[in-house]
């Protein structure tokens, strides 16, 4: 066993020495991109949502006009240079788009560079072709430095070089040349000021990483012991950080997930096997277990900077009212962004715990935008903690994370939920309404773009006649057809609805380039759109096009059109290539085979299933068949839970919660108990709730209260909260957590019936059951969070007492049936009488 390894275990790990500062002896690389992006931005934060050419657009645009070049020009021309500055070695290198060889004596070399746009470039920000000529002069120093070099042996070096911009109008189909020559010194000059800044941070980032790294070898398990299956997961998690690949691991509720992962993680920093961790959590109270973890390593002498990044939408100061957008709707914080962005950048560099909270302060002291601030802090700070979609969605993730050059470990908590939210991910869709309010938006402001969305309004309408006039709905009543057109054949794929599409973001894309903005009433709408343009280039033979339509009049029917993921696991498994070791872990991960097909995971790395670290008597499991909760006998079945609900508590007054698979069953439930038991209050889980509300609700819940929630299965109060001791000693699950019937759902199992999915099993396992057991063990799993709490669970539905469900019971469950709700009253007197003894 390793030092490390021995370390996690509980010994301490063995004295190394301090690694030696890349900056004092090592040669320091860095791209021309890297360099001209860290320190040559100025000016103005450009745009707030999806602007400029796609990657796409750019690479065609770059090999038209390279193939244009004259004989003897050469393209992507690689440049890389050696130089000290500032007392530091570094290699400095790139490819320059275009070269043009020297002509005759009055002409030097010329280097071009080829940008993108929608629009001609006297349009563009200053900030913007500062940028771009920044880079090109970078370049233009390389070419000559790199002259200087070679003319140690063949000759005199050029002295000076031509500098030519080629700004491509996408929209105009026209080229703008922008040419201008400078000397040695000048370029000499201007690249120093750029490395000079780049070595002073990057001397401070080192400083940095070598107390972490200190610190994190010296760091001891921050619990006097460990709890049962927490060595267990610890050491498993750091031979697969060290080793790279993945790891699957189920842990029970209780057992420490977090810690457990979190401390093998910084070891593996400690010994360089890892540069950066990345640990994702789908919920709010998932980042508060990261904080607190955080905090007491800091406590034990932990040096690391963490990074949580939250929700634009909970970050954006003009969302949150703290400030207003100009005459032309651009919001203030953006304007000279990047000229104050380094004295935030310093400020925040080593912080411990960058929570939203410590970045807005930063952020409203110096009038920066608080969401781009924490982005920008990204590539500096040892953890980031945030929400599944910044690694996994195609319109969000963060480029930052897709540097391979780093070695990144990613931990994903809550793993359960991500297939459903990848999937989610991976589909887009276009509702007629909506686009037919933001062209209503447009009125008067924009009249450019106002057309270009009734252009897509009608693309839609004649979309829906073909699908009419081919007849082949899946699903027609009185209200709605349904129908769901192949991908496989570009044929059958709307393609005019997709040119229209671009047209509008195309038109979009030259106001954000001009640094002006379409009605801010738009925006949401404008994000579902490239939505659908970004999936659109990534369909596959996973994906379905559901075109749906409502039978109204008029102009108010309703048309949809959704390109569905069916399996976004081919999508996960390219994001996971992007890190050097991937661990997923959960208390429901079951069965292995559903979660690796789901998730993309290989179906050979390693499983780990740990037991629970409490005590079976701990938990009372009651299974109650004579229950009914399917739909159809649902009437029949709420008299029957209503008495079991009032049997549950009345066996020991407490804290107690009720999981309803739908707010319709919920509601009708708790309106026959309030009429029958008037005297114990219901607290109900509303649909919609905001914050407050739910933070109202889970108040209810504390120590010594008796408390009677109704709740939603898979809701937040099913799943990542801790509620600890008294806080909750009982659950009732009713029914089985199917999700709803419905033409996605049914999707689904088809194509995992025909084998189309990664999991070719039986369909309706994969799009029903094992979805509805994982909704139905995180509600069991909030009973039990410590060692000394003590509480029930009620499976309240026949079908619990099936083969199938009981193969997918925890191990320490100790199940007991209860035929009758004498026979339930009974057992809850026996579970809870060594209580009332005490």
């Known amino acids: 066993m390793s030092g490390v390894e021995t370390a996690v275990s509980g010994a301490t790990a063995p004295e190394r020495d301090s690694t ?101 470039p006297d349009k563009l920000p200053d900030s913007v072709r500062q940028l771009h000529w920044a880079q090109l002069k970078v370049y233009g120093f390389c070419y000559l430095l790199q002259q200087r070099a070679d003319a140690d042996q063949s000759g005199p070096a ?55 790294k200190a610190s994190a070898r010296a760091l001891a398990f921050p619990f006097n012991d460990y709890r049962p299956g927490q060595r267990e997961l610890a050491v498993a998690a750091y031979r697969c950080l060290r080793d790279g690949g993945e790891l699957v691991v189920e842990a029970p509720t209780g057992i ?8 093998p993680a910084i070891k593996a920093i400690g010994e360089a096997q890892v540069d950066q961790l990345v640990y994702l959590t789908a919920k709010n109270s998932g980042r508060q277990v990261v904080r607190e973890t955080a905090a007491r390593l800091h406590e034990k002498g932990l040096y690391l900077s963490v990074l949580e990044i939250q929700a634009r939408d909970k970050t954006c100061a003009c969302r949150l009212g703290l400030c207003s957008r100009d005459a032309d709707g651009i919001c203030p914080r953006t304007r000279g962004f990047f000229d104050r ?17 410590v970045v807005a302060q930063v952020a409203d002291r110096l009038q920066l935008c608080p969401f781009e601030l924490s982005l920008q802090m990204l590539p500096w700070v040892d953890l980031v903690v945030c929400d599944f979609n910044y690694v996994f969605d195609p319109l969000v993730r963060m480029a930052a994370l897709q540097d391979q050059r780093q070695r990144r470990a990613l931990l994903i908590d809550e793993a359960h939920n991500l297939g459903d939210r990848a999937r989610a991910m991976y589909s887009a869709a276009l509702r007629r309404s909506d686009s037919r309010r933001a062209a209503a938006a447009c009125k008067g402001s924009h009249p450019t773009l106002r057309r270009s969305i009734q252009s897509l309004v009608k693309a839609l309408d004649k979309w829906i006649a073909e699908c009419r006039q081919n007849d082949t709905a899946t699903q027609a009543n009185r209200d709605t057809e349904t129908w769901v057109t192949p991908l496989s054949d570009a044929d059958h794929r709307p393609t005019a609805i997709s040119r229209a599409a671009h047209k509008v973001m195309a038109i979009v894309s030259q106001l954000w380039e001009q640094s002006q903005s379409p009605p801010e009433a738009i925006a949401e709408w404008l994000s579902t759109l490239y939505r659908y343009l970004t999936i659109e280039q990534l369909l596959a033979d996973q994906h379905r096009c559901l075109t749906r339509a409502e039978t109204r009049q008029p102009p108010w ?56 670290p409490f005590r079976p008597e701990q938990l009372g499991v009651y299974l109650c068949p004579y229950v009914d909760t399917r739909y159809r006998a649902r009437n029949r079945a709420t008299d029957a839970l209503v008495e079991m609900v009032f049997r549950v508590y009345q066996s020991r007054p407490g804290n107690y919660l009720v999981f309803f698979p ?20 219901l607290v109900q889980q509303e649909s919609g709730s905001s914050d407050r509300e739910r933070a109202a609700f889970l108040e209810r819940f504390s120590e010594g209260r008796q408390s009677l929630g109704f709740a939603i299965m898979g809701g937040v109060f099913g799943e990542g909260v801790d509620y600890v001791g008294e806080r909750l000693i009982g659950t009732i699950v009713v029914g089985v957590g199917l999700p709803q019937v419905n033409e996605e759902q049914e999707l ?91």
């Open 557 to 612: 029917q309703e048309h949809e059109l959704k390109l569905l993921c069916l399996n976004a696991a081919d999508y996960l498994q390219q994001c996971y290539q992007q890190f050097h070791a991937v661990i997923a872990f959960s208390a429901t991960l079951r069965p292995a085979s559903y979660i690796t097909g789901q998730l993309g995971l290989g179906a050979q790395s390693p499983y780990l299933a740990l037991p629970s």
């Open 20 to 120: 030696t500062s890349l900056c004092d002896s090592a040669t320091l690389r860095v791209s021309v991109g890297e360099l001209v992006a860290f320190a040559c931005r100025r000016g103005d934060l450009v745009g707030d949502g999806p602007s400029g050419p796609t990657a796409q657009e750019g690479i065609r645009a770059h090999q038209k006009l390279q193939k244009q070049r004259p004989p003897g020009s050469e393209a992507e021309y690689r440049l890389e240079v050696q130089w000290q500055c500032e007392g530091q070695t570094l290699t400095l290198g790139g490819r320059v788009d275009i070269l043009h060889p020297q002509t005759d004596l009055h002409r030097p070399v010329q280097l071009d560079e080829i940008k993108t746009t929608y629009c001609p």
């Open 662 to 681: 739908s707010y319709r069953f919920l509601q009708q439930v708790a309106a026959r108990f309030s009429e029958r038991f008037p005297d114990i209050a």
């Open 256 to 263: 420490g997930k977090t810690v457990s992962t979190l401390f």
């Open 158 to 212: 050029d002295d000076r070089v031509a500098l030519q911009m080629l700004w491509h109008n996408l929209k105009e189909k026209k080229t703008y040349p922008e040419l201008l020559e400078f000397n040695w010194a000048e370029l000499e000059a201007f690249t120093r000021v750029a490395l000079r800044e780049y070595i002073q941070w990057h001397r401070s980032w080192q400083q940095h990483r070598q107390r972490v």
């Open 341 to 357: 962005l380094p004295e935030a950048r310093r400020e925040l560099l080593g912080e411990p715990l960058i929570t939203p909270a």
């Open 748 to 838: 689904l199992r088809r194509a995992c019936d025909a084998g189309d999915s990664h999991a070719a099993t039986n369909g309706f396992d994969i799009a029903y059951r094992y979805p509805g057991m994982t909704r139905v063990l995180q509600t069991a799993g909030r009973v039990i969070r410590s060692e000394a709490d003590r509480g029930v669970v009620i499976l309240a539905d026949y079908r619990f007492a099936d083969p199938f469900y009981r193969a997918l019971y925890p191990d320490h469950w100790q199940l007991r049936t209860c035929g009758s709700g004498e026979a339930l009253s009974d057992a809850l007197h026996r579970f809870w009488q060594p209580v009332h003894n005490g």
